[in-house]
């Protein structure tokens, strides 16, 4: 691997910060999900219930504790750490005129900590992390008013961090709530609840299309700011594959990777791709495009193209599931692929499928990639002796080094860094528990809120400091 690749870690604030109403910080729209588990979906309430319990509240209670965090960040190596900047901590409320100064200080100094640490923040500007009154008051992205609140907070921060942070994402995941059967995705996406009047798919449309306007709108300001910032869009990258060579089952795959491209044809090309102008056609979907809008996202396309790997899906011409699960992105004729196990929550466990990805998203885009998210949920043991042996988890992501090196050495993909997802326990973003755990290091915390806090280092913390000190030779 070049001797620059950013071997790292992925986080995001509403997920391990904690201080949910702390520093001035105002409700986002996360902090209204109740805690679920893989069988129950979590709750979105209207207000925050004194009787609920909301795990992201406190999370790991990052908040408090960050230097120490970044210290075993730092003794883990870690080039980089990919994390988000909450929009509740510089914008409260989302539509106030002035930034919160006590959460642009708070950033400050957790970057200061961690350049100081030879660590280089890479910064995801909205990571499901809307205002919640952004989203109560004028319906999210749905309103174009939105646009510009959200412009003037990625100004804020691009201005004030310009010399600390170099690599930024606009949206994550922008494209999974693609899976309009799921709630959840077009509130934590967009802060948008699908009225009865309202048909989900052309509203999903219309909000992306907004969204995508920010987006370019963000990058195009970077540039003003500072032409050296990079700024990149940032994908839940799950490939479709066919389940036979039957030529049906292959077309049905290609059909499907469009729900995965969509949203990254326009981040990257700067236009609508035609497949999609025939479905709108198709299906009468009215989406309100200007002229001004569409020379916007061509001037705003991005520089790099981010992406979160954890499993791929597989596709049968002729069957069909009425299962909305996020495995599948809400894809109906999704099958179980025999070649792929799935961990307990169900998600494949499949590494040539990073290298595919990464080919297909080259091959296609002719840019950067950076794998900012890649990962394996699991409950995990901490022994009598304060040990957490995580051998499955070492083997996955050693199984994914491995493909991922194939897909830059013989491949010749251009890749950035690779930040494996949750590099310390944090709140599972579908289920909100803290059993689903990713880290390398063990936070005791439980999913009722329970647990000292306390951070014990798993054997995964060890075998990857050793991947980051070899540059990847030794895996
Ligand atoms: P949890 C679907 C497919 C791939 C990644 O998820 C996904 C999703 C859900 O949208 O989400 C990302 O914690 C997301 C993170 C999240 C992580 O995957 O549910 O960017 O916020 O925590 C893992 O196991």
Same mark, same amino acid.
């Not at 950035?416 to 936070?443: A, C, H, N, Q």
């Given at each position: 691997?070049?001797?620059?690749?950013?071997?790292?870690?992925?986080?995001?604030?509403?997920?391990?910060?904690?201080?949910?109403?702390?520093?001035?910080?105002?409700?986002?729209?996360?902090?209204?999900?109740?805690?679920?588990?893989?069988?129950?979906?979590?709750?979105?309430?209207?207000?925050?219930?004194?009787?609920?319990?909301?795990?992201?509240?406190?999370?790991?209670?990052?908040?408090?504790?960050?230097?120490?965090?970044?210290?075993?960040?730092?003794?883990?190596?870690?080039?980089?750490?990919?994390?988000?900047?909450? =929009?509740?901590?510089?914008?409260?409320?989302?539509?106030?005129?002035?930034?919160?100064?006590?959460?642009?200080?708070?950033?400050?100094?957790?970057?200061?900590?961690?350049?100081?640490?030879?660590?280089?923040?890479?910064?995801?500007?909205?990571?499901?992390?809307?205002?919640?009154?952004?989203?109560?008051?004028?319906?999210?992205?749905?309103?174009?008013?939105?646009?510009?609140?959200?412009?003037?907070?990625?100004?804020?921060?691009?201005?004030?961090?310009?010399?600390?942070?170099?690599? =930024?994402?606009?949206?994550?995941?922008?494209?999974?709530?693609?899976?309009?059967?799921?709630?959840?995705?077009?509130?934590?996406?967009?802060?948008?609840?699908?009225?009865?009047?309202?048909?989900?798919? @052309?509203?999903?449309?219309?909000?992306?299309?907004?969204?995508?306007?920010?987006?370019?709108?963000?990058?195009?300001?970077?540039?003003?700011?500072?032409?050296?910032?990079?700024?990149?869009?940032?994908?839940?990258?799950?490939?479709?594959?066919?389940?036979?060579?039957?030529?049906?089952?292959?077309?049905?795959?290609?059909?499907?990777?469009?729900?995965?491209?969509?949203?990254g044809d326009i981040h990257v090309r700067g236009e609508?791709p035609?497949?999609?102008?025939?479905?709108?056609?198709?299906?009468?979907?009215?989406?309100?495009?200007?002229?001004?809008?569409?020379?916007?996202?061509k @001037?705003?396309t991005?520089?790099?193209?981010?992406?979160?790997?954890?499993?791929?899906?597989?596709?049968?011409?002729?069957?069909?599931?009425?299962?909305?699960?996020?495995?599948?992105?809400?894809?109906?004729?999704?099958?179980?692929?025999?070649?792929?196990?799935?961990?307990?929550?169900?998600?494949?466990?499949?590494?040539?499928?990073?290298?595919?990805?990464?080919?297909?998203?080259?091959?296609?885009y002719?840019?950067?990639?950076?794998?900012?998210?890649?990962?394996?949920?699991?409950?995990?043991?901490?022994?009598?002796?304060?040990?957490?042996?995580?051998?499955?988890?070492?083997?996955?992501?050693?199984?994914?080094?491995?493909?991922?090196?194939?897909?830059?050495?013989?491949?010749?993909?251009?890749?950035?860094?690779?930040?494996?997802?949750?590099?310390?326990?944090?709140?599972?973003?579908?289920?909100?528990?803290?059993?689903?755990?990713?880290?390398?290091?063990?936070?005791?915390?439980?999913?009722?809120?329970?647990?000292?806090?306390?951070?014990?280092?798993?054997?995964?913390?060890? =075998?990857?400091?050793?991947?980051?000190?070899?540059?990847?030779?030794?895996?």
């Amino acid at each position: 691997m070049k001797t620059d690749f950013l071997w790292g870690g992925a986080l995001a604030a509403h997920q391990f910060e904690g201080g949910w109403n702390t520093g001035g910080k105002g409700p986002s729209v996360i902090d209204v999900l109740t805690a679920g588990t893989h069988s129950t979906p979590r709750k979105i309430t209207d207000t925050i219930e004194p009787n609920e319990f909301y795990p992201n509240h406190e999370a790991i209670d990052f908040y408090h504790r960050f230097k120490d965090d970044i210290s075993l960040f730092a003794e883990m190596g870690l080039k980089c750490l990919r994390t988000s900047i909450a =929009w509740t901590r510089i914008f409260p409320n989302g539509d106030e005129e002035v930034p919160n100064e006590e959460g642009l200080a708070f950033y400050d100094e957790v970057f200061d900590e961690l350049l100081k640490n030879n660590i280089e923040p890479v910064i995801t500007l909205s990571h499901f992390e809307m205002p919640l009154h952004l989203a109560n008051e004028y319906g999210g992205f749905r309103n174009k008013k939105v646009i510009d609140y959200f412009l003037r907070f990625a100004k804020v921060v691009l201005k004030r961090y310009q010399d600390k942070v170099k690599f =930024w994402m606009t949206f994550n995941e922008i494209n999974n709530q693609m899976n309009t059967n799921n709630p959840l995705f077009l509130w934590t996406n967009s802060g948008v609840k699908v009225q009865d009047d309202e048909h989900p798919k @052309e509203l999903m449309y219309q909000v992306a299309h907004n969204e995508l306007v920010a987006s370019a709108k963000v990058v195009i300001e970077a540039k003003k700011i500072n032409p050296a910032l990079q700024i990149g869009c940032m994908l839940a990258f799950v490939p479709v594959y066919p389940y036979s060579s039957n030529p049906n089952d292959v077309m049905a795959a290609e059909e499907y990777l469009r729900q995965r491209f969509f949203f990254g044809d326009i981040h990257v090309r700067g236009e609508y791709p035609s497949y999609a102008l025939k479905e709108f056609d198709r299906e009468g979907y009215k989406i309100e495009i200007t002229e001004e809008e569409k020379t916007i996202l061509k @001037e705003g396309t991005v520089d790099f193209v981010g992406f979160s790997y954890y499993m791929s899906t597989t596709v049968k011409s002729n069957h069909s599931n009425e299962s909305d699960d996020v495995v599948s992105g809400g894809i109906s004729q999704s099958i179980d692929n025999p070649f792929i196990k799935s961990s307990d929550w169900g998600w494949g466990i499949d590494p040539v499928g990073l290298r595919y990805s990464l080919n297909l998203l080259y091959n296609r885009y002719q840019l950067p990639l950076f794998i900012v998210e890649n990962g394996f949920g699991q409950v995990d043991e901490l022994t009598e002796d304060k040990k957490i042996h995580d051998s499955d988890r070492i083997s996955y992501l050693r199984d994914h080094i491995i493909e991922m090196k194939k897909a830059v050495e013989y491949d010749g993909v251009d890749l950035i860094g690779y930040t494996p997802w949750g590099i310390i326990d944090l709140v599972s973003f579908t289920t909100g528990e803290m059993k689903k755990r990713y880290g390398m290091i063990y936070v005791d915390r439980h999913n009722d809120g329970s647990g000292s806090l306390n951070r014990y280092r798993k054997d995964s913390f060890i =075998w990857y400091k050793n991947v980051i000190a070899s540059n990847g030779k030794e895996v």
